[in-house]
């Protein structure tokens, strides 16, 4: 089995920064593709920010130069560094990778995080 537990959301006034954490463990053979997604109420899930095992990244237009992502291979860990906030941002944000597990190398699968909330004020 595998899991992913997001860490670092809350509370921050527009114009301020927070960073999302998200770790995954359990039996892993390998991770390819990480990313960020965030969804509001009623609405469907959206990309944020991807980012590959060799570290090749991909943003939303909403954050091109206001997010950052990169993760940390030899942690299994994968980090939204999140600058100049708006209250639009404010939202539940899910991490997701790409895994491959000791189970069946052969195939990856997605596995999601729990979500974190991400409140910014105005």
């Known amino acids: 089995q595998v899991q992913l537990v997001e860490s670092g959301g809350g509370l921050v006034q527009a114009g301020g920064s927070l960073r999302l954490s998200c770790a995954a463990s359990?039996?892993?053979?390998?991770?390819?593709?990480m990313g960020w997604y965030r969804q509001a109420p009623g609405k469907q899930r959206e990309l944020v920010a991807t980012i590959t095992s060799g570290g090749s990244t991909n943003y939303a237009d909403s954050a091109k130069g206001r997010f950052t992502i990169s993760r940390d291979n030899a942690k299994n860990t994968v980090y939204l560094q999140m600058n100049s906030m708006k209250p639009e941002d404010t939202t539940v944000y899910y991490c997701?990778?790409?895994?491959?597990?000791?189970?069946?190398?052969?195939?990856?699968?997605?596995?999601w995080g729990q979500g974190t909330q991400v409140t910014v004020s105005s």
């Open positions: 359990g039996t892993i053979f390998s991770i390819n593709a």
């Open positions: 997701n990778a790409g895994v491959r597990s000791w189970s069946n190398i052969n195939v990856s699968r997605v596995y």
